[in-house]
């Protein structure tokens, strides 16, 4: 049934009246879009400080990441410091010990010092002691042997000439020399010469100090009467210690036949 144009027009009041209900105002709409424009901002604003966010959480991980390579380092570092410190200790424990084997042996070394200082000083002793009894044994030496001189002297142990003329045979038989008697300065005395060299010879079986003197005297004599320096040699059979020394002093030549 055909609508009359009474109820068409109702119809179209209500369905007006609907759509005015359900569209927005234009302020409305203003409205809406200055909240919604609002709303833009605020996520725009957002996803920037979102972004920034990030960007600084990279940074704080690789901060992060940096002092934890610095931390391994460091662990690392102190590891060696720890071996190194732990080898100097071993080392100076090496050389504390080497100290003590130096110190105990400058101790066995003072002891030895010590004991060969005590053996050496026995030793210093025990030579004084030979040395005196050299000393006396010298000197009873000397008085035997000025006792056997005098007995010889006294009781004709020696005979003078018999003396002399064996010593000239020997010296002619060792050297090659003849011994003659000679007048120098009116003096006697026995002279050779050996190779060119006069030799002044005083022969006695028991030396005095007057023989040496007479010696002395001779070659004095020689070098004045003939201008020549001549040798002196002294044989005898018996010549003390200390007279052996004066001669010796005086150049004169031993030769002695006990």
Request: net charge neutral; proline share 1%; hydrophobic share 40%.
């Amino acid at each position: 049934m055909p609508l009359s144009a009474r109820m068409r027009k109702d119809i179209e009041d209500v369905v007006e009246e609907k759509l005015r209900e359900r569209v927005a105002t234009k302020e409305e709409f203003k409205a809406l879009a200055a909240v919604v424009e609002r709303l833009a901002r605020a996520q725009a604003d957002l996803a920037e400080a979102q972004a920034r966010t990030e960007q600084r959480v990279e940074e704080l991980a690789q901060a992060q990441a940096r002092t934890e390579q610095r931390v391994e380092e460091l662990a690392q570092a102190q590891a060696r410091t720890e071996k190194r410190v732990e080898e100097l200790a071993q080392a100076q424990a090496r050389t504390e010990k080497r100290v003590e084997e130096l110190a105990q042996a400058q101790a066995r070394t003072e002891k030895r010092v010590e004991e060969l200082a005590r053996a050496q000083k026995a030793t210093n002793e025990a030579v004084a002691r030979l040395a005196d009894a050299v000393v006396g044994l010298r000197q009873d030496l000397e008085q035997w042997r000025d006792q056997i001189g005098k007995l010889g002297a006294r009781w004709g142990i020696y005979s003078e000439e018999a003396f002399r003329n064996a010593m000239k045979a020997l010296l002619h038989e060792r050297y090659g020399v003849t011994v003659e008697e000679r007048d120098i300065g009116g003096r006697q005395v026995d002279l050779v010469v050996r190779n060119g060299k006069p030799v002044i010879v005083q022969i006695t079986s028991s030396t005095t100090r007057e023989d040496i003197q007479k010696l002395l005297k001779a070659a004095k004599a020689y070098r004045k009467e003939t201008g020549e320096e001549p040798d002196l040699m002294l044989v005898t059979a018996f010549i003390s210690a200390r007279l052996w020394e004066v001669a010796r002093e005086a150049g004169i030549r031993i030769e002695s036949h006990e």
